[in-house]
């Protein structure tokens, strides 16, 4: 019995294969790992993302009640509260607004925050039209809320409309 050796007919990696995969793997490694595991840009864009949410629940909120809608920042959080009664924009008053959890307010998780200079001077109201006033009544002019690490939340000046 003879056996030959053909190299046609074997199968495998090259060298040159094998390099190039690690060559790969260390560049995912050097770039795209530590984005996705760290969580600080994750924790920036989720809290843009619940910010939105709770502005809008905070207009439509306004619109569906026919009252004001306090908001309310700190360096970290964000939350509502509603007048009283129709018409009011006393937010001294206000009663914390609830969802079906209980309180809705939003808490900045590790690494995000507000990157404004003074989030207390964010705070707006808006009013039973879904439009955002101040505390005695007015209009306001839009409000750009920045968040570092995550694209700006802006509400508005005449419509309320909450986008990013």
Do not use: W
């Amino acid at each position: 019995m003879r056996i030959s050796f053909n190299p046609a007919s074997e199968r495998g990696f090259t060298l040159i294969e094998l390099i190039m995969v690690i060559v790969v793997l260390g560049v995912l490694a050097v770039v795209a790992v530590p984005r996705i595991f760290g969580g600080s840009d994750v924790n920036a864009r989720g809290f843009h993302d619940e910010t939105l949410a709770l502005l809008r629940y905070a207009q439509k909120t306004a619109i569906a009640q026919r009252r004001t809608v306090c908001v309310s920042f700190s360096s970290t959080s964000v939350s509502l509260a509603m007048a009283a009664t129709a018409g009011s924009t006393d937010c001294a008053s206000a009663t914390p607004l609830t969802g079906p959890n209980g309180s809705v307010a939003v808490n900045a998780r590790t690494g995000a925050s507000f990157s404004n200079a003074s989030p207390a001077t964010l705070a707006f109201n808006f009013n039973g039209l879904g439009q955002p006033i101040n505390g005695s009544g007015a209009p306001v002019a839009s409000r750009v809320i920045q968040i570092g690490g995550a694209p700006d939340v802006v509400v508005e000046a005449g419509t309320g409309y909450v986008h990013d």
